[in-house]
């Protein structure tokens, strides 16, 4: 794993941002897997500033978000889509058919999953998977004791999940219990990996995800099996 340190969420946001930019360059028609979260917020903003001064183009890029979640409309201000208009798509030259979000209001939940799950493969593996880190360890929604083999699923979201989201809801109770999620055996079969992890209250599960036993009970360790993955952080490791 490559570690690269920044000082602060604006040093993240410019370093990610430069490296997901000559990744753009550098290839054709990229793939790219999306997180959401505040920690890419600014990596997301300054790729806005690159596209609209013409330095990168999306005219050729395909996105995959990793999750959404379940009985959000794709309009409400608190939904993964929502999330990525307003933080990107708005704001570049991407075609909206190539970006992928899974639907939390979908019909039929699985079918939705193995739909999304189909379309992956059928594209191709990402060239390039953007990741945050959840306070328990999960990347994605892959929750504490999910399955290091698994696919697109729905997910019962953890109370610590819940807790670390509601930040972001009216209140604790708005929060969706249920999510879907690409699954760690999708995610691991990117190309390579940009780890994004920023705060302090994030360097104790850090440790344990670099530095700990690979176990499913600390979903990001398997990161440190990924041949071809870069850490940017304020952390100290």
């Known amino acids: 794993m490559?570690?690269?340190?920044v000082k602060n969420s604006d040093e993240l946001g410019v370093s990610a941002a430069e490296f997901v930019s000559e990744r753009?360059?550098?290839?054709?028609?990229p793939i790219i897997g999306l997180a959401t979260g505040s920690t890419p917020?600014?990596?997301?903003?300054?790729?806005i500033k690159k596209c609209q001064s013409k330095e990168i183009s999306f005219k050729n890029v395909t996105t995959f978000n990793l999750d959404?979640?379940?009985?959000?409309?794709?309009?409400?201000?608190?939904?993964?889509?929502?999330?990525?208009?307003?933080?990107?798509?708005?704001?570049?030259?991407?075609?909206?058919e190539n970006t992928h979000v899974l639907?939390?209001?979908?019909?039929d939940l699985q079918?939705?999953?193995?739909?999304f799950e189909r379309l992956i493969q059928e594209t191709g593996k990402m060239d390039l998977q953007i990741l945050g880190l959840g306070l328990n360890g999960h990347i994605g929604f892959n929750e504490p004791g999910t399955s290091f083999n698994s696919r697109t699923h729905i997910v019962e979201l953890s109370e610590t999940t819940i807790?670390?989201?509601?930040?972001?809801?009216?209140?604790?109770?708005?929060?969706?219990?249920?999510?879907?999620?690409?699954?760690?055996?999708?995610?691991?079969?990117?190309?390579?990996?940009?780890?994004?992890?920023?705060?302090e209250h994030k360097a104790e599960i850090l440790q344990k995800v670099v530095?700990?036993?690979?176990?499913?009970?600390v979903p990001a360790s398997i990161l440190q099996r990924h041949p071809n993955i870069t850490l940017i952080t304020d952390i100290d490791i």
Not at 2 to 5: E, L, T
Not at 41 to 47: Q, R
Not at 165 to 184: E, H, S, W, Y
């Open 2 to 5: 490559k570690v690269i340190k």
């Open 24 to 29: 753009l360059m550098s290839l054709e028609k």
């Open 41 to 47: 917020e600014k990596l997301y903003a300054n790729l």
């Open 68 to 96: 959404e979640y379940v009985g959000l409309a794709q309009d409400d201000p608190t939904s993964y889509h929502y999330y990525m208009d307003k933080n990107l798509f708005n704001g570049i030259d991407i075609k909206r």
């Open 103 to 107: 639907d939390g209001e979908a019909e």
């Open 111 to 115: 079918k939705e999953c193995d739909h």
């Open 163 to 199: 807790k670390a989201n509601a930040r972001f809801f009216p209140t604790i109770q708005d929060v969706p219990t249920k999510a879907l999620t690409m699954g760690i055996g999708t995610i691991m079969e990117a190309k390579e990996i940009l780890f994004l992890v920023q705060g």
């Open 211 to 217: 530095h700990g036993k690979v176990t499913e009970g």
